[in-house]
């Protein structure tokens, strides 16, 4: 998504009250300070994150960590909600089953501290592949490593979403949507969310992209699990090595198949490719092919991976959703020369994969 500066969120009250809440929360922490590092994501639209420094002292002497906290946006945002509360378990949920999300060290449901919900976490060092220009398969780290480096960074990142994708918990019950269970209700709480972000006007071909995966929902429908939601290589940080540090944003998590998330990455790939310019399935040299990475995934999640063309013409549906609105947001706010025009499910490939072309 395009990063918009919040200037409707006043930071020094942010700060101010989030230092109260540590006072409050770290009794063992004494003269404790807060301050904003000078590299700041913020994003007027979706979920604003601020880099922190924080320092106190206990009776071994001074301590300082670096922090990320995260709020709501200040204002109307490309989800109709943000319940951060939700975010925080899903990502402890994760880590508790081996997942490197970050580790959550604040979460705070009362307004009154910093004027929203928030959670904080442990700030997390590494890499992260461009997601804006110059992307990842044009120009940086990873388009410059060698083949085998990039071969090992694919698997890892596949690897991490197959364990993901591999936690299947009673627990999981907190994260159902309440238009039912699996992948029906999946498509009856994008619709829904297609008709908010378009003030009930969807238009008329992304509704029918919808009624063909309505028509042809899998049969049978693979098991549900975690699912990520925005499984991307911009949302892992990696080391040096190219092993997967920590997974970001999860404010899009939910439960069904491990094909939700592979063809939502699936997606992602090839609307960045034609982005830039490329082959539709232009990959890096090092990344394994298609067959590969299905016959590797399956065997990490312990079953057959289903064929993708369903899962991957759902993501661009989604996918085409959240931009109408950030869209109309944009021009909500006189921004107009982000304004998305182009909706990903009306490129060429996602009808031929209606179809069954590949």
């Known amino acids: 998504m395009s990063t918009v500066s919040s ?15 540590l006072a409050e929360h770290w009794p063992a922490a004494d003269s404790i300070s807060v301050s904003m590092a000078e590299a700041v994501r913020t994003n007027g639209f979706s979920s604003e994150s601020a880099l922190l420094e924080v320092s106190w002292r206990t009776a071994e002497g001074s301590q300082t960590c670096g ?3 995260r709020l709501p946006p200040a204002g109307e945002g490309v989800f109709p909600e943000y319940d951060l509360v939700r975010q925080a378990r899903t990502m402890e949920l994760a880590r508790a089953h081996g997942v490197p999300a970050p580790e959550v060290v604040a979460v705070e449901a ?3 501290y910093v004027g929203a919900t928030f959670v904080a976490m442990n700030l997390v060092p590494g890499r992260i592949p461009a997601d804006e220009a110059p992307q990842y398969c044009v120009a940086g780290w990873l388009h410059d490593a060698a083949p085998d480096r990039q071969r090992e960074f694919y698997n890892n990142f596949h690897d991490t979403l197959a364990d993901i994708n591999r936690i299947q918990d009673d627990d999981l019950s907190f994260l159902y949507r309440p238009q039912g269970p699996g992948l029906a209700g999946e498509l009856r709480w994008w619709a829904n969310y297609l008709s908010w972000a378009t003030d009930s006007s969807p238009p008329a071909d992304m509704t029918e ?6 028509r042809n929902l899998p049969d049978p429908e693979p098991p549900s699990t975690l699912i990520w939601g925005d499984a991307r290589f911009g949302n892992m940080i990696f ?3 190219f092993g997967v540090r920590a997974v970001l ?3 899009m998590a939910a439960v069904g198949p491990a094909e939700v998330d592979l063809g939502w990455s699936f997606a992602v790939r090839r609307s960045i490719q034609l982005g830039n310019g490329l082959p539709l399935d232009a990959e890096l040299d090092g990344f394994p092919d298609r067959a590969q990475t299905l016959d590797r995934y399956g065997r990490r999640i312990g079953r057959p991976v289903q064929p ?19 869209s ?3 021009q909500q706010r006189g921004i107009t020369e982000h304004i998305v025009h182009t909706i990903p499910p009306l490129q060429d490939w996602i009808y031929d994969l209606m179809e069954g072309r590949p």
């Open 7 to 21: 200037a409707d969120r006043d930071w020094d009250a942010v700060l101010s009250g989030f230092q109260r809440w």
């Open 67 to 69: 922090l990320v906290l």
């Open 110 to 112: 009362d307004p009154d």
């Open 209 to 214: 992209v919808l009624d063909w995966l309505r």
């Open 239 to 241: 080391d040096d090595a």
């Open 249 to 251: 944003d999860w404010e």
């Open 308 to 326: 993708l063309a369903w899962y991957e013409v759902f993501a661009m549906v989604r996918m085409g959703a959240v931009l109408k609105s950030l």
């Open 328 to 330: 109309r947001l944009l």
